[in-house]
């Protein structure tokens, strides 16, 4: 590799180490957690289609 390819990774690297990846790191309240809860138990998941009958 060429030298500013490398020293782009490096960086790249440690940026994440100290910055993190852009979460909060904190829960979710409970009004968001409700919230999520109630998106989820009006939008169930699909069923699972059986690959044999396609």
């Given at each position: 590799?060429?030298?500013?390819?490398?020293?782009?990774?490096?960086?790249?690297?440690?940026?994440?180490?100290?910055?993190?990846?852009?979460?909060?790191?904190?829960?979710?309240?409970?009004?968001d957690q409700d919230e999520i809860t109630?998106?989820?138990?009006?939008?169930?998941?699909?069923?699972e289609v059986d690959p044999d009958s396609?």
């Amino acid at each position: 590799m060429t030298r500013p390819i490398q020293y782009s990774i490096v960086l790249f690297a440690l940026t994440l180490v100290f910055v993190g990846c852009g979460g909060s790191g904190e829960p979710a309240t409970t009004g968001d957690q409700d919230e999520i809860t109630k998106w989820v138990e009006e939008n169930p998941a699909p069923a699972e289609v059986d690959p044999d009958s396609m």
